[in-house]
């Protein structure tokens, strides 16, 4: 790379021109004019400084504006630039140091990344209400009823009969109901109600990270 004629000499340039010098120190004084390639060109791209560089920020950044931004894993100084945001709407209000992607463009800064994150979001689609059990009891199964007819009381009054020599005792006839139990039956004691919501489908989405 050539400043004002003055050129940065690096192993490539140098070896460009010796092999140029001792072409030149072949020919013979006097002899016809030659043709020899030359290409000088200089090693400035080892001094060239880098365009794409991670640096920190803080704080929200808006689109169109700028930020000044200290650049990782150089110590010499100064190691911070201004860059400007064209892409990303930064509304962060967090004092956590963020990481961030600059390029330069010329001898202007920008930002070119930030840090993504992704969630996923859940979306109801309907409600329904669940019976809560509590637990089981067992039960006597009744298949059919009688009746019955059974003294109840008797009369302290008798009647003689001297045709045939009976007598006769006065007494009172009452029905009851009997109870016939063929088995048994388990059932289920419900002790509540509840309402659940149910998850019809879900969406994962990609934001900037704000904060840590």
């Known amino acids: 790379m050539a400043d004002n004629g003055r050129y940065l000499i690096g192993d490539s340039l140098r070896d460009k021109l010796k092999s140029t010098i001792s072409k030149v120190d072949s020919l013979a004084p006097g002899g016809p004019v030659s043709r020899i390639p030359t290409i000088i060109e200089g090693d400035g791209?080892?001094?060239?400084?880098?365009?794409?560089r991670i640096a920190t920020f803080t704080g929200a950044w808006p689109i169109n504006s700028s930020k000044t931004v200290t650049l990782k894993y150089q110590t010499a100084t100064p190691n911070t630039v201004s860059v400007s945001n064209l892409f990303f709407p930064v509304a962060s209000t967090a004092t956590a140091t963020q990481d961030c992607a600059?390029?330069?463009?010329?001898?202007?800064?920008?930002?070119?990344?930030?840090?993504?994150?992704?969630?996923?979001?859940?979306?109801?689609?309907?409600?329904?209400?669940?019976?809560?059990?509590?637990?089981?009891?067992?039960?006597?199964?009744?298949?059919?009823?009688?009746?019955?007819?059974?003294?109840?009381?008797?009369?302290?009054?008798?009647?003689?009969?001297?045709?045939?020599?009976?007598?006769?005792?006065?007494?009172?006839?009452?029905?009851?109901?009997?109870?016939?139990?063929?088995?048994?039956?388990?059932?289920?004691?419900?002790?509540?109600?509840?309402?659940?919501?149910?998850?019809?489908?879900?969406?994962?989405?990609?934001?900037?990270?704000?904060?840590?």
């Open 102 to 212: 600059i390029a330069k463009d010329g001898t202007a800064w920008f930002l070119i990344n930030v840090p993504f994150s992704t969630a996923t979001a859940v979306f109801a689609g309907a409600t329904a209400t669940a019976i809560s059990v509590s637990g089981t009891a067992t039960g006597t199964l009744i298949s059919t009823m009688a009746s019955a007819s059974r003294v109840t009381d008797i009369s302290l009054s008798a009647t003689l009969n001297s045709a045939d020599c009976t007598i006769t005792i006065g007494k009172t006839l009452t029905t009851a109901s009997s109870l016939f139990v063929t088995g048994t039956q388990t059932g289920i004691i419900v002790r509540a109600t509840a309402t659940s919501t149910f998850i019809s489908t879900t969406f994962t989405a990609t934001f900037i990270r704000i904060g840590v």
């Open 45 to 52: 791209q080892s001094f060239n400084p880098k365009v794409f």
